[in-house]
Every structure is written in structure tokens, then in C-alpha cells.
């Protein structure tokens, strides 16, 4: 997308999640998940993007549940966005994002699975195309060490 245009996320939707299940701690450092069959939404507001473009939550991170998005499965995400033209910072568009499920091609991992991370990439290509993209790596703390779940 041209330079001369500034894009806003004010908020994205995730519908259709699941929101419950059962860890059961086994030996060592194994576990079974079981996650329970209820769904919810949540929306999640944004500020300003940081130097890099991203952005990050005011009202907390996101900690999704672990789960796989089958063939039958309705869980998508949705956002928000206003594109500013920064030479004269008029608004040239806004709209919701197209709805977009999580168990289409346009992700390579349908699933949410224990001990990794997810980084979503929405690239506006221009005022009419969005691409998706998403990047799955491990759960790392502050000091760049593995999470073990």
C-alpha cells in the first residue's frame, strides 16, 4: 500500500472461540487438555501502533485456549480500521475487515495448540485488498526461555 496512507485497527473480534476446557496434570511435566464444547466472543480495543506497525491490547494480552479449528468450525476474527491519507489527514476509508474463519486456507495451522504463540499478520495491500497471514512459534518468557505447559 502507498506510503501516504495510515492505517488504524481499532479493535478486532475473535467469534466463535472455545472458552473452557479441563487441564489434568500427569507426571513430570505432561498433561491432557480437554477442552469443553462452549463457545463465546471477545473484542479487544487497541491504541496507538507502536515504531514497528504493531499493535497491542489495552485491555490485557490475549490468552486463547488451546484448540483445532475443524472443517464444521464457525470461529473467526473481525476488525475495525480507518485508512488516513497522512499528507492532508482526511479520512479516504473505513470498514470492517472481511470475516475471516480460522479454519480456511488462508491459515497453514488450524489450530491452537499448548505452548505456542500466534502472530497474526493482516497486510492491506490496497484500500480494497487485505492478505492474511499467521506465524506459529513457541511460548518464550521475558528472557527468551521456553514456556513448558
Known sequence: MADDI????????????LNAGTYTLGSGNT????????TSGYTYTFGAADADGAYE????????????FEASSTAKFSFNYTLTDTNTHAVIGTGT???????TA???????APGSKYLYT????SPVTIE????????????GNNVSI
Not at 475487515?97 to 479454519?103: D, Q, S
Not at 493482516?122 to 495491500?125: A, C, D, K, R
Not at 492474511?132 to 528472557?143: H, M, Q
Open 6 to 17: 495510515a492505517i488504524t485497527i481499532s479493535d478486532i473480534t475473535l467469534s466463535d472461540v
Open 31 to 38: 498433561g491432557t487438555w480437554t477442552p469443553a464444547a462452549t
Open 57 to 68: 491490547g489495552n485491555n490485557g494480552g490475549l490468552m486463547l485456549l488451546p484448540q483445532a
Open 97 to 103: 475487515g472481511k470475516e475471516v474463519l480460522f479454519n
Open 106 to 112: 488462508a491459515f497453514a495451522s488450524k489450530t491452537w
Open 122 to 125: 493482516i497486510n492491506f495491500t
Open 132 to 143: 492474511y497471514d499467521v506465524v506459529v512459534a513457541p511460548w518464550v518468557d521475558g528472557a
